[in-house]
């Protein structure tokens, strides 16, 4: 939020602005903080971020889930207390009741796949839209414009068109990390598999596997816990189906068409685009 608002605001950047731009960035914490202890509870996870999960710390238990809620109201109280006499202070509030609505239901998919078992790809791009898109790369660009005073509805758009496709390959990549890699690095032992999440890797596979090895695929997701052998089932045929170096190509693809629509946008001159060059820049490649 804070570099957003920075590299688009025509105003000058005061202590007072960029204060504001902090809060509203730990407010995204906060938000991502509240679905991080729920998700970990649904998914069954054990760590996260190297550490152990809320729900698991003595004491605890299912008290997390009124901490989840607890972390809820200080969102909007905090916006009320801090941004109730801003200009932008309603279209604040509405992005942010939008973006929890899309996240809840983009979470609701995501456990309907796993306890149906549905992997198409229409689901799977269902679930990364409303689940991760909006709120880790969409909402702190769009925050950051309503700070800058930018509340121009066909740019919110068009900077929201480029979020959302970074924050699909995001999710691509995390669905790859769960599997490919180093849980010391990612801060977290991967459940995908045995979760039987509708993920990246599975809906591809499933795409370009024989009709044994989809067979074998369906067979073994969804059973035991990290580390067993239905789990290292499914990893030999991800190898075999040289998931790594398919994920690879797609991953390329994607950065591509996002540089090219970064581009696009410099080249219209309606807004700078310094904020999408800096997140591409990290997320590129990522390991963790």
């Excluded at 069954?44 to 901490?67: F, P, Q």
């Excluded at 109730?84 to 509030?93: A, C, F, T």
């Excluded at 925050?143 to 691509?172: C, P, R, S």
């Excluded at 239905?230 to 075999?240: D, F, G, N, R």
Aim: with cysteine.
């Amino acid at each position: 939020v804070v570099q957003a608002f920075e590299t688009l605001s025509t105003m000058p950047v005061t202590n007072k602005r960029l204060e504001d731009a902090a809060i509203l960035g730990w407010i995204v914490e906060i938000f991502q903080a509240l679905y991080l202890i729920l998700d970990d509870m649904m998914d069954r996870s054990t760590t996260r971020r190297g550490l152990t999960c809320w729900y698991l710390v003595n004491e605890v238990g299912s008290m997390a889930i009124n901490d989840a809620l607890l972390l809820e109201t200080i969102i909007f109280r905090v916006i009320k207390q801090v941004f109730r006499n801003h200009p932008s202070y309603v279209d604040i509030l509405e992005l942010l009741h939008e973006v929890h609505y899309q996240t809840s239901r983009g979470q609701c998919l995501d456990m309907l796949s796993e306890k149906k078992q549905v992997f198409s790809e229409e689901r799977y791009k269902s679930i990364v839209l409303y689940k991760t898109a909006f709120y880790t790369f969409s909402v702190p660009i769009r925050l950051g414009m309503y700070l800058a005073n930018i509340t121009d509805l066909q740019l919110h758009l068009k900077a929201e068109k480029i979020a959302v496709k970074i924050g699909n390959i995001f999710q691509v990549q995390d669905d790859f990390l769960d599997c490919y890699g180093d849980a010391a690095k990612i801060g977290k032992v991967g459940t995908d598999i045995v979760d039987a999440k509708c993920s990246w890797l599975l809906v591809n596979a499933l795409r370009i596997a024989t009709p044994e090895q989809r067979a074998k695929l369906v067979n073994n997701i969804g059973r035991g816990q990290p580390g067993c052998n239905e789990e290292a089932i499914v990893k030999s045929l991800y190898c075999q189906l040289d998931m790594e170096g398919v994920f690879r190509a797609y991953e390329e693809a994607c950065f591509e068409e996002i540089r090219d629509d970064i581009a696009n946008l410099d080249t219209a001159k309606v807004m700078n685009t310094d904020i999408f060059k800096l997140i591409v820049n990290h997320i590129y490649r990522r390991e963790k």
